[in-house]
């Protein structure tokens, strides 16, 4: 028979503004979530109901003793705060409370840590946690010892953890030039492929909102599929042709989330630029999610602070088939489906050469009847909407749209 899996048992803490209550509670369910993808199991939910954090605990010194007893009542080995706290907050709570003290933020780090296949996808990680390890380094004492294992402290590990700021440091300069020649590397492939004229999409979406299955669907291509949070964090290139016979690339990316701690931003910066330079984005959203409209704002307040506003973007809301009554679709242009359903998948192909379109320039050339070869380009590397011979010229009177560099527009 097989041993029952050992979970780490843990308590969520979080603070609720006056007249922010779903919005909390959304968010309250939301670090559930994450501590159960980190590998933990919430065993109690604590929330305080105030305008401010208490400035030396977050939460007041009732909720504090409150706390403490049930950490001592389940054998709770660690707490995480919905709230970011600072190194003075987890000393005092420390105080009082003898167990392993992290935030929402460790977590989110911590499950990265967990999902990150590629050696640039580790070493982004490695960063953003060194990067949240070194303000905190002072006075953290007591957690330090308790960091011994579990949620909060995969990846860099405790000896690194234990290690002087210079060592940090340096280390940190060690990774940003590592990166840095990953970052070369992947900028070459994307002037390649701007050059040979591909029109490029890239994948963005709250996480879970079903990008990597919208992906599997129009690429048929075999990429990590879960239901769960951060399933993909490598930046994933495909291929994939569309009815009229173009040939384009789309790039899957991180799910974005609420409170994306800065760290990870900074670190994932390179790898949201594979989709920097793309021609369309394909936002895609969890139609059936309680807070549809959160995750929404959060994508797009990321992409404005990516510097990615200006992009052309289709909103594809996903998962239809699980919302009950119409969907609440209020970001356009868009279209509604189900990635599991194949006529929906048609459609969203359909409509993406519409959007495509609209982006485009249009072209009218002759192609002499010897150049079968250009025919061909003109196929994969345009949308070729009108193919004409004349027997008389013995050309191909062509038409349709490419891309606005395009060696066929400028001819």
């Known amino acids: 028979m097989d ?3 050992v979970y780490e048992k843990v308590i969520i803490v979080g603070i609720e503004k006056q007249h922010e209550e779903e919005a909390f509670q959304y968010s309250f369910d939301e670090l559930e979530q994450l501590v159960e993808n980190a590998g933990g199991k919430v065993v109690a939910r604590l929330s305080q109901k105030r305008e401010r954090p208490d400035h030396k605990t977050v939460i007041g010194k009732g909720k504090v003793n409150e706390l403490k007893n049930l950490v001592e009542e389940l054998d709770v080995q660690t707490v995480v705060f919905n709230q970011e706290l600072s190194p003075s907050h987890v000393r005092n709570i420390q105080e009082v409370i003898e167990t392993k003290v992290i935030d929402r933020i460790q977590v989110i780090l911590d499950i990265f840590a967990l999902r990150a296949r590629s050696k640039e996808g580790r070493l982004q990680v490695e960063l953003a946690q060194l990067s949240y390890i070194l303000p905190r380094l002072a006075g953290q004492g007591v957690n330090m010892s308790r960091l011994g294992a579990g949620i909060g402290t995969r990846g860099p590990g405790e000896t690194k953890l234990e ?10 300069t060690d990774i940003k030039r590592e990166l840095k020649k990953f970052a070369a590397h992947r900028e070459r492939s994307r002037e390649q492929r701007k050059n040979s004229n591909v029109f490029q999409i890239g994948l963005i979406g709250y996480t879970n909102a079903g990008k990597s299955t ?3 669907q129009l690429t048929e291509a075999d990429t990590y599929e879960k239901n769960q949070l951060f399933a993909t964090l490598d930046p994933l290139t495909r291929k994939f042709e ?3 016979g173009m040939q384009v690339t789309i790039t899957d990316t991180v799910g974005f989330i609420q409170d994306l701690p800065t760290q990870l931003i ?3 910066k390179s790898t949201l630029e594979e989709s920097k330079d793309v021609d369309l984005l394909l936002h895609v959203i969890d139609a059936s999610a309680d807070n549809l409209k959160a995750h929404e704002q959060t994508v797009l307040s990321l992409l404005k602070e990516l510097e990615m ?3 052309p973007t289709l909103h594809v809301y996903n998962k239809r088939d699980l919302v009950e009554g119409p969907v609440p679709s209020t970001l356009y242009p868009n279209i509604v489906i189900s990635a599991q359903d194949e006529k929906d998948v048609d459609a969203l192909r359909d409509k993406l050469e519409s959007e495509m379109k609209k982006n485009m320039r249009h072209y009218q050339l002759e192609i002499e009847s010897h150049r079968g070869d250009q025919l061909i380009e003109l196929r994969q590397q345009t949308l070729l909407e009108r193919q004409l011979f004349d027997e008389e010229k013995q050309v191909y009177f062509v ?3 490419a891309k606005p560099e395009s060696k066929w527009v400028n001819q």
């Open 163 to 172: 290690t002087d700021r210079r060592h940090i440091q340096r280390q940190m």
């Open 266 to 268: 900074e670190a994932f």
């Open 242 to 244: 569309l009815p009229s």
């Open 214 to 216: 919208v992906l599997n």
């Open 399 to 401: 038409e349709g749209y």
């Open 309 to 311: 506003a200006d992009i």
């Open 3 to 5: 041993e029952e899996k």
